[in-house]
T-cell receptor, first 112, second 109 residues
């Protein structure tokens, strides 16, 4: 069936290091992917998205990479800060509706 | 400020009661969604609406109902038929990307 999953449930990094959060998806027809950040007790906050006709997209301190060959998505955070500590979710849009399928999330912990 | 407002932030339900969660957006979005989030898990789609007066079931619609009488509002009713309603409920609006409210946490007394 369709699914979005993550390889690492928890990622611990030192402040200032770069973070890489990975995500696997199973539907090769998915044409839109998105990353959200969720802090405790709050709703998910949009970080960055990418369409299937792109391999890479950069934002402020964040980069999303899409590898359609192996159906893999990653979020790179440069110079990770304590404020980046949160749970990160990837999601895919598998059809021509606006429905998203979410992964289970990765917790990012940033240590000083 | 433009955004999505969910209320209340915390809600308690007695056994056998229906409760309604509010979601209002002033972003002029056609599409709105309701998700359920259980501890340590991702979001699962309950219902979605792509336009006023129309809505579709998501993956876990049983025990829930919605209405979409106005573009700005998409209330979710958790009925007594929902046997495990304790969860964090998130409303979203928009399309690529969807934007989220800050959720309502529902607990059973």
């Amino acid at each position: 069936g369709e699914s979005v999953g993550l390889h690492l449930p928890t990622l611990s990094v030192q402040e200032g290091d770069n973070s890489i959060i990975n995500c696997a998806y199973s539907n090769s027809a998915s044409d839109y992917f998105i990353w959200y950040k969720q802090e405790s007790g709050k709703g998910p906050q949009f970080i960055i998205d990418i369409r299937s006709n792109m391999d890479k997209r950069q934002g402020q301190r964040v980069t999303v990479l899409l590898n359609k060959t192996v159906k893999h998505l990653s979020l790179q955070i440069a110079a990770t800060q304590p404020g980046d500590s949160a749970v990160y979710f990837c999601a895919e849009n598998p059809d021509n509706t606006d429905k998203l399928i979410f992964g289970t999330g990765t917790r990012l912990q940033v240590f000083p | 400020d433009g955004g999505i407002t969910q209320s209340p932030k915390y809600l308690f339900r007695k056994e056998g009661q229906n409760v309604t969660l509010s979601c209002e957006q002033n972003l002029n979005h056609d599409a709105m969604y309701w998700y359920r989030q259980d501890p340590g898990q991702g979001l699962r789609l309950i219902y979605y609406s792509q336009i006023v007066n129309d809505f579709q079931k998501g993956d876990i619609a049983e025990g829930y109902s919605v209405s979409r009488e106005k573009k700005e509002s998409f209330p979710l009713t958790v009925t007594s038929a929902q046997k495990n309603p304790t969860a964090f409920y998130l409303c979203a609006s928009g399309s690529q990307p969807q934007h989220f409210g800050d959720g309502t946490r529902l607990s059973i007394l």
